[in-house]
């Protein structure tokens, strides 16, 4: 089991505000992916979570993900940011929220001699 996935994300960065409007942290994150995502990885799966914990600690969560296709695929998720007392939070939209679907998040997978070859970025919508 993965037990890093219990550990609460706003454990990992504590009253830091990020805003994917910066640049710097718009980069940072992507950086973060392309290293996260450097080895081969033998199910998507497993990559989805390197994905998941990178962009937890920026306060955004992404939802459960079904691979359909094993061999291959693209996948497309918005990223919803919701601004609530001065901090961002990510994907948590309570009634009445101001919602923003500014930036997506594109999750690339393809089998290649037994492996998984993994992409990720953030870009704008």
């Given at each position: 089991?993965?037990?890093?996935?219990?550990?609460?994300?706003?454990?990992?960065?504590?009253?830091?505000?990020?805003?994917?409007?910066?640049?710097s942290t718009f980069n940072e994150i992507?950086?973060?992916?392309?290293?996260?995502?450097?080895?081969?990885?033998?199910?998507?799966?497993?990559?989805?979570?390197?994905?998941?914990?990178?962009?937890?600690?920026?306060?955004?969560?992404?939802?459960?993900?079904?691979?359909?296709?094993?061999?291959?695929?693209s996948i497309e998720i918005p990223i919803?940011?919701?601004?609530?007392?001065?901090?961002?939070?990510?994907?948590?939209?309570?009634?009445?929220?101001?919602?923003?679907?500014?930036?997506?998040?594109?999750?690339?997978?393809?089998?290649?001699?037994?492996?998984y070859e993994v992409s990720a970025v953030?870009?704008?919508?």
């Amino acid at each position: 089991g993965d037990w890093s996935s219990n550990v609460c994300s706003s454990d990992l960065v504590e009253a830091t505000k990020f805003d994917l409007k910066d640049e710097s942290t718009f980069n940072e994150i992507n950086k973060n992916l392309d290293t996260v995502l450097a080895p081969a990885f033998s199910n998507p799966g497993e990559a989805f979570n390197k994905v998941r914990k990178v962009l937890a600690m920026y306060r955004i969560e992404l939802p459960d993900q079904e691979f359909e296709d094993d061999k291959k695929g693209s996948i497309e998720i918005p990223i919803t940011q919701k601004e609530t007392s001065g901090e961002n939070y990510y994907n948590v939209t309570p009634p009445n929220a101001e919602i923003t679907k500014d930036h997506k998040l594109i999750f690339n997978y393809n089998l290649k001699s037994g492996v998984y070859e993994v992409s990720a970025v953030i870009e704008e919508i």
